[in-house]
T-cell receptor, first 113, second 121 residues
Framework: RKEVEQDPGPFNVPEGATVAFNCTYSNSASQSFFWYRQDCRKEPKLLMSVYSSGNEDGRFTAQLNRASQYISLLIRDSKLSDSATYLCVVILPLYNQGGKLIFGQGTELSVKP | DTEVTQTPKHLVMGMTNKKSLKCEQHMGHRAMYWYKQKAKKPPELMFVYSYEKLSINESVPSRFSPECPNSSLLNLHLHALQPEDSALYLC????????????????????FGPGTRLTVL
């Protein structure tokens, strides 16, 4: 089982749609969680951190369920500019080595006019 | 300055060449990272430097040699690469990194540079 698993893509949605991405992680000791966005041939950029209480930034809402080891990202009123690959990222603590980022495989989103 | 810069943007090299990739940040971050990313795949961690010391080497072949001259700079020296090493090489930094003396630690979020697209002929 992969350490971080995401919904397979691509997601093709019309403008204005609401789209949800899901991510599960296998190690219950995982700590910080993030969603990154990566445009084609560009570097990943931090979209938002994910907290147990849930957090919202404009049209984007992230949720963390530690009991189910599940992370989600909801995009409302999607725009053409939201088209990108969305990467779920988990920090796995490693005793005596600190922690390391584990990336999910990414979910490609294509928003169409 | 909230940027991580990388040079060169593109690099084409032969299998016998020696080249270096450079990364710089002026955010006062104490951890810096090298990742390798192949097309349609997520970034794969190669090395982590924390407080200018190599903290993690993800079993990377010795033809890749990292160097951290100071807290703002990170280099990746390349020698005798193979065509399968062609990829996007990403540098990242974060405010904190792994502890030096062990124990559990967590990273703050990482900020990525634009990457160097490397082609090995």
């Amino acid at each position: 089982r992969k350490e971080v698993e995401q919904d397979p893509g691509p997601f093709n949605v019309p403008e204005g749609a609401t789209v949800a991405f899901n991510c599960t992680y296998s190690n219950s000791a995982s700590q910080s969680f993030f969603w990154y966005r990566q445009d084609c041939r560009k570097e990943p950029k931090l979209l938002m951190s994910v907290y147990s209480s849930g957090n919202e930034d404009g049209r984007f809402t992230a949720q963390l369920n530690r009991a189910s080891q599940y992370i989600s990202l909801l995009i409302r009123d999607s725009k053409l500019s939201d088209s990108a690959t969305y990467l779920c990222v988990v920090i796995l603590p490693l005793y005596n080595q600190g922690g390391k980022l584990i990336f999910g495989q990414g979910t490609e989103l294509s928003v169409k006019p | 300055d909230t940027e991580v810069t990388q040079t060169p943007k593109h690099l084409v090299m032969g299998m016998t060449n020696k080249k270096s990739l450079k990364c710089e940040q002026h955010m006062g971050h104490r951890a810096m990272y090298w990742y390798k990313q192949k097309a349609k795949k997520p970034p794969e961690l190669m090395f982590v430097y924390s407080y200018e010391k190599l903290s993690i080497n993800e079993s990377v072949p010795s033809r890749f040699s990292p160097e951290c001259p100071n807290s703002s700079l990170l280099n990746l020296h390349l020698h005798a690469l193979q065509p399968e090493d062609s990829a996007l090489y990403l540098c990242a930094s974060s405010q904190e990194g792994p502890g030096l003396a062990g124990g559990l630690s967590t990273y703050n979020e990482q900020f990525f540079g634009p990457g160097t697209r490397l082609t090995v002929l």
